[in-house]
């Protein structure tokens, strides 16, 4: 979703912000600007440059190169539309009436009509259709009270007047503010989206998310809720929402929060498929290490008591991190006996069901900065909070791909996937991240309630450590296949996913990434589902992709196949080699695993598949339009 980025230093800062601005290209956006002061022109008067552009950022690069705009501070923002049609109007940053005050905001202002009135009664036009004008407006109007009250035009005043006007704001946001008149300052500050604060060698930065501080700086400070900072050539202040000052030690950049490239791939996507298999290996390594202490059967972050506890499970997520979810929840219930159920973040948060007692409630984000999931994890810890009943404890845990992330801040207990940052918006690797976390709860909860014999578990852990080499095989042996499959549908309108069982979420998922990035239409049922309406769309010019996996469902998933073949679809199997699947026009074959594993296989071709489509048709496959990677307004 939007990204800000901005500089304060001794250098030219546009190239510098278009490079942070290109860093921040893989969340999603539709339009791009950035605003400098130059205090350096020939008439020594400070004056703010503003340039913005819509569409990709290359336009705004290009505006940049014909007529660099100079200035040792500036700020920059790639905006994902909410409020107001994607143009350059509707583009960050926003300036108040005198165009002398400069605003990029992520995320949404949710009184801005209320705002917008009251600026117009004091008769200040607005002219863009943004939640986000009214803001520079509104410090302008600060600004001005405190001038002609006899304050003069420096850091504290312009601090002071944003500190005044945040008070008024009602939403998630993040902030950062120049004014010409304080040619030395960027005012930042930070409501439930995320900011973080980069220190340079006698520079600062200050941006949405840390791969866009790589190259310029590896020393960050994440700013928190309520918090706003005054930044200078000279250094940092911070205070929380009462004005206190607040000191903490920067943090460092691991590998894995450094921005990753492409290699020899032609799109992130397809690196990061081709990737899976060392993020299985990595997690195995971690949490399923051979010389795990007898009595310990997976290394996670549950303590002895609340496995002790916990007699359900209620997992909240949003797409591909729910199917996650729904994944592990047939894990959990079926393997290790927990009744779990799995929400949509955005449904639970206004109709969460009646409290249950003993609950563990799992958030699962790859971004760990998802607006919806994080509002029902904090609803739901009110809630059960307000309760003072211990039967009714938060007990919490999350699963995530970044712990430096509002999850990792607020959650107690947390995994992390360990993915390794993914830039491509439709997630992958991250989805096997969070498949196999899930895995590993199963195995705890399974031989903590001795509801499995320690030979059916020991057995799963071996089926899973099979993975990343069957993975590697997989990718390999499907890459040029789904390739080749991919040619032959790239023109299709519509396409059915079918999965039962444990595979009814890869059904959703492989449906999923069709949409995302190929924009073809497609819909994932349980196979049983199909005769009770769906099968009606049925044609030759409507394919059917079915996930049959030898296993309890394996008979009916083939009949439900039979089903749709004989209406003409064209079939597409995501099955082992065998008799039976003879039966599909096309097939990708899995290894003869158990079904336990085998959502753990069945998605990879369908990534594939998904991705050559889109590749063929020429599409912006790692931003797919509308898209955002971290989807941070509710
Ligand atoms: C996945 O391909 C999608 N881009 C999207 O459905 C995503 O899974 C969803 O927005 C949740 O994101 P999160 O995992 O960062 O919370």
Known sequence: MCGIFAVIGSREVSPLLIDGLRKLEYRGYDSAGIATIDNFNKDQIEKLNVTKSKGKLIH????????????????????????????????????????????????????????????????????SETDTEIIPHLIGLEIEKSLANGLSSNEQTFLKAVQKVLTLLEGTYSIAVIWSQVPNAIVVAMEQAPLVIGFGEGEFFCASDTPALVGFTSTFLPLRDHEIALLTPLGIELYDNEGNRQHRSPSLLKGTQLLADKRNFRHFMLKEIYEQPETAQQ???????????????????????????????????????????????????????????????????????????????????QSGETADTLAALRMEKERRGATKDANYAFHQLGITNRVDSSFGRELDNVIDIGSGIEIGVAATKTFLGQMLSFYGLTILFASHRKKRTPQEILDLSNDLRLIPKQLTDLIKKHDSLSKEIAHLFAETKDVIFLGRGINYPIALEGALKLKEISYIHAQ???????????????????????????????????????????????????????????????????????????????????????????????????????????????
């Open 60 to 127: 705004l690069s290009n505006l940049i190169k014909k007529k660099p705009p100079k200035g040792h501070v500036g700020i920059a923002h790639t905006r994902w539309a909410t409020h107001g049609k994607p143009n350059e109007i509707n583009a960050h940053p926003h300036l108040d009436s005198s165009g002398q005050i400069a605003v990029v905001q992520n995320g949404i202002i949710e009184n801005y009509r209320d705002l917008s009135e009251s600026l117009k009664t004091k008769g200040i036009k607005l002219t």
């Open 524 to 634: 994932g049922y349980p196979a049983g589902e199909l005769k009770h309406g769906p099968i009606a769309l049925l044609d030759q010019h409507v394919p059917v992709v079915s996930v049959a996996v030898p296993g309890v469902v394996y008979e009916k998933v083939l009949s439900n196949s039979q089903e749709a073949k004989a209406r003409d679809a064209r079939l597409i199997g995501v099955s082992t080699n065998g008799p039976e699947s003879e039966m599909f026009d096309e097939l990708f074959t899995i290894p003869k695993v158990t079904e336990w594993v085998s959502p753990l296989l069945t998605v990879v071709p369908l990534q594939l598949f998904s991705y050559h489509i889109a590749a063929h048709k020429g599409l912006d496959v790692d931003q797919p339009r509308n898209l955002a990677k971290s989807v941070t307004v509710e």
């Open 283 to 365: 997690w195995i390594d971690r949490f399923l290490p051979m010389d795990l202490s007898s009595g310990n059967s997976v290394a996670l972050p549950i303590s002895k008591s609340t496995l002790e506890k916990i007699e359900q499970i209620q997992i909240l997520a949003c797409g591909t991190s729910r199917h996650a979810g729904m994944v592990g929840s047939y894990l959990l219930e079926q393997f290790s006996g927990v009744p779990t159920k799995v929400y949509f973040a955005s449904e639970f948060r206004y109709a969460p069901p009646p409290l249950s007692p003993n609950t563990l409630t799992i958030g699962v984000s």
